[in-house]
């Protein structure tokens, strides 16, 4: 199974500041990666698929980019509702994984 | 607007049974794959199994695989999830989630609210 390696577990910080999540894959899985993000006793919402594409209705201060096997999600300026959990996901090869979750928490 | 709600869900003993339904809307259902993805108490998320449009093709993640069956009625938008031999770390939070095609690899653009399934003695 193709492993999806998060970091930092945990991320404390205020309103306003830039914030990057980053997913490391086990073995290429090309683009096929997307970002979600959960709120206590929510649904995950997807955010942004293959790698970058932000999706409709999603605010242009998130954004994905990539490095080989590394990715990244980046919040320019954190908002109030982005303190939640984010979790990586590849859709290269079956099973389908996630990363272990990013918390984003209040500084 | 999407809407999946799924149904089912409880409390079983350890090699029990469930049935996990959820019905869609909003959408043209036949279009779309399939998955449910589950979340175990205070965990990360786990994809669980897919089926495709027309419920010819599926797959399942190895810790269901042969105890988990997946399947779909196109005319009532429904998809179902039946679970057999059910074990204690089968408890979890289970989503039903569509992919935004037919078919093949993709990611999950909608969720349902999420059903509970409690397995314990």
């Known amino acids: 199974d193709i492993q999806m390696t998060q970091s930092p577990s945990t991320l404390s910080a205020s309103v306003g500041d830039r914030v990057t999540i980053t997913c490391r894959a086990s073995e290429s899985i090309r683009g096929w990666l997307a970002w979600y993000r959960q709120t206590p006793g929510r649904a995950p919402k997807l955010l942004i698929s293959?790698?970058?594409n932000l999706q409709s209705g999603v605010p242009s201060r998130f954004s994905g980019s990539a490095s080989g096997t590394d990715f990244t999600l980046t919040i320019s300026s954190l908002q109030p509702d982005d303190f939640a959990t984010y979790y990586c996901?590849?859709?290269?090869?079956?099973?389908?994984?996630f990363g272990q979750g990013t918390k984003v928490e209040i500084k | 607007e999407v809407r999946l709600l799924e149904s089912g869900g409880g409390f079983v003993q350890p090699g029990g049974s469930l049935i996990l339904s959820c019905a869609a809307s909003g959408f043209a259902f036949n279009n779309y794959a399939m998955s449910w993805v589950r979340q175990a108490p205070g965990k990360g998320l786990e994809w669980v199994s897919v089926?495709?449009?027309?419920?010819?093709?599926?797959n399942y993640a190895d810790s269901v695989k042969g105890r988990f069956t997946i399947s779909r009625d196109n005319f009532n938008s429904i998809v179902s999830l039946e679970m057999n031999d059910l074990r204690v770390d089968d408890t979890a939070i289970y989503y039903c989630a569509k992919h935004p095609y037919f078919g093949g690899n993709s990611y999950f653009d909608d969720w349902g609210q999420g059903i509970l399934v409690t397995v314990s003695s």
């Open positions: 089926i495709s449009g027309s419920g010819g093709n599926t």
């Open positions: 293959d790698v970058s």
């Open positions: 996901q590849q859709y290269s090869t079956y099973p389908w994984t």
